[in-house]
Structures are given as C-alpha cells and as structure tokens.
C-alpha cells in the first residue's frame, strides 16, 4: 500500500488503493443491479402467476358496467314516471331523435 502523511497530517492514497476503491465502488454497483433485476423480474414473475392482473381487470370491467347500467336504468325509470305530455318529456324525445340521427349520418 502506498500512503504517505503530508506536513498537516493528512494522508494521500497511492494509485493502488484508489483502484481498490474504485473497484469496491463498482462491484456494489454490479450487485445491486443485479439485485434489482432478479427483484423486478420476481415482482413480475408474482403479479402474472397470481392473475393480479386479469383480477383487475375483471373488477374494472364489471365496476364500469354496473355504473353504466346503473345510470340507464335509473334514467328510463325516472322518464317512465314523469307525465308524457309537458315540456321535458318532448326535450327528451327531440334530444333521442336528434342523437339517433347524429349516429346515423346524413
């Protein structure tokens, strides 16, 4: 090892010590990436063998569809029980028509 002490104390690393450090600092390095990467790919390896991710979906899905169903269905009811002669009602049919007949085109 080549270390020497300066007039104030301080010590100065030779070349051979510097490299040992450097190569300490880059096997750490080395290790946690390669850590990092079997940990990533055991995240991975989890989340698809415990069908986590089609489980999500499939609450997603049915969370969309019972919301969706829900507003139709409580819409067609509350038209159902509103008078069909007044003012809203026809508002409701004009606006039908005239979605049905943006979809269709000209």
């Known amino acids: ?57 499939r609450v997603t899905y049915t969370g969309a569809y019972a919301i969706a169903f829900g507003i139709v269905y409580t819409t067609v009811f509350v038209t159902q029980l509103l008078p069909q002669d007044n003012p809203v009602m026809d508002g409701f049919k004009d606006g039908a028509r005239a979605a049905r007949d943006s979809l269709e085109g000209p």
């Open 1 to 57: 090892m080549n270390v020497s002490t300066t007039a104030t104390g301080r010590r100065i690393h030779g070349e051979d010590t510097d490299d040992q450090v450097m190569d300490s600092v880059a096997n750490a390095v080395r290790d946690a990436s390669r850590s990092a990467k079997e940990h990533a790919n055991a995240v991975k390896n989890a989340v698809v063998e415990t069908g986590l991710i089609r489980s999500v979906s």
